[in-house]
């Protein structure tokens, strides 16, 4: 088990609504990022916060957004749910540097109807 | 867009015979890492091979990482019941510096049968 805590871990929603998921990082890291992993799928990435800043983007529309807290805690917020929106929510933290590897969270499942 | 594309996308095993997964990529990488991911939870990180490393080890765990083909083989000897899991190969997305996202591929389904 990782450090990583996310939060709620199921998530049901409907269609239009908006929603907040929230990550708190290991010990000792101060970037962590988001990942959409549709059934069957690898994870996708959404962005990544350092310093409380996005610092880089996937390929997700701008109703995805985030936070990044002072103690490098993080939340995902969605907008406008879409159906192919329901999908595993991870974040993973790290530390910042040029060769790295990430420390996920058991994940957040939404699931939107 | 997958990066990596695992194969084959599914396997399965008897406990004590050894597992081999094979990822392949398309761009030009920093480092390679395997992850595990135990029925849709959180992925684990097991093991991270740099694009100047050929081979590595750790426990019963071995990869290799051949950057002219741009692919990489994870191997698993004398798998057990408790490695069934699906497993993942992710590269960086090739920054000059800094912390870079990982990019997934789609994953190899390891089913181990007692």
């Known amino acids: 088990e990782t450090g990583v805590t996310q939060s709620p871990t199921h998530l049901i929603k409907t269609r239009g609504q908006q929603v907040t998921l929230r990550c708190s990082s290991q010990?000792?890291?101060?970037?962590v990022s988001w990942y959409q992993q549709a059934l069957g799928q690898g994870p996708q990435f959404i962005f990544q916060?350092?310093?409380?800043?996005?610092?880089g983007r996937g390929n997700f529309p701008p109703r995805f957004s985030g936070l990044q807290f002072p103690n490098y805690s993080s939340e995902l917020n969605v907008n406008a749910l879409e159906l192919d929106d329901s999908a595993l929510y991870l974040c993973?933290?790290?530390?910042?540097?040029?060769?790295?590897?990430?420390?996920f969270g058991p994940g957040t499942r939404l699931t939107v109807t | 867009s997958q990066q990596g594309e695992e194969d084959p996308q599914a396997l399965s095993i008897q406990e004590g015979e050894n597992a081999t997964m094979n990822c392949s990529y398309k761009?030009?990488?920093?480092?390679l890492q395997w992850y595990r991911q135990n029925s849709g939870r959180g992925l684990v990180h097991l093991i991270l091979?740099?694009?100047?490393?050929r081979e590595k080890h750790s426990g019963r765990l071995r990869v290799t990482l051949d950057t002219s083909k741009k692919s990489s083989s994870l191997l698993i000897t004398a798998s057990r019941a408790a490695d069934t899991a699906s497993y993942f190969c992710?590269?960086?997305?090739?920054?000059?510096?800094?912390?870079?996202?990982?990019?997934f591929g789609k994953g190899t389904r390891l089913s181990v049968i007692a």
């Open positions: 993973a933290s790290s530390f910042f540097g040029t060769v790295y590897e990430q420390y």
């Open positions: 761009t030009s990488i920093n480092n």
């Open positions: 091979i740099r694009s100047n490393e």
């Open positions: 010990s000792g890291h101060n970037t």
């Open positions: 992710a590269t960086d997305a090739s920054r000059d510096s800094g912390n870079t996202p990982l990019v």
């Open positions: 916060y350092y310093r409380e800043e996005e610092n």
